[in-house]
């Protein structure tokens, strides 16, 4: 079964930082890029970053200088740090895997073909 899973979700204060797992199994990230997308109540489903099979990443203009994302392709898992969080940052977070991103990866939703199924971030003092 082809399968992500996010964790390290909660509720932080803002200005702090928090860190999101995406861990996959039933495939290895050898093979699929990895994005990233958030969803705030009331609002449509945004992409956050991406990390491609080579490693090269890209990031939504919300999330530069923020949000990194890296991976461990020994824990065939994917990270997503966020830092200076705001309260508009709160959403449920999604990780999502993409069989085409080799080189470079994207943030389109209609190109993911494994979808975790989110955890909930909540930035609020």
């Known amino acids: 079964q082809l399968q992500l899973v996010e964790s390290g979700g909660g509720l932080v204060q803002p200005g702090e930082s928090l860190r999101l797992s995406c861990a996959a199994s039933g495939f290895h990230l050898n093979g699929y890029g990895i994005a990233w997308f958030r969803q705030a109540p009331g609002k449509e489903r945004e992409g956050v970053g991406c990390?491609?099979?080579?490693?090269?990443?890209d990031s939504a203009e919300f999330g530069k200088g923020r949000f990194t994302i890296h991976k461990d392709t020994a824990r065939n898992t994917v990270y997503l740090q966020m830092n200076s969080l705001k309260p508009e940052d709160t959403a449920v977070y999604y990780c999502a895997a993409d069989g085409k991103a080799f080189y470079r990866c994207s943030i389109d939703g209609e190109r993911m073909r494994i979808w975790g199924e989110g955890i909930l971030v909540t930035v609020s003092s």
């Open positions: 990390i491609s099979v080579a490693g090269l990443t």
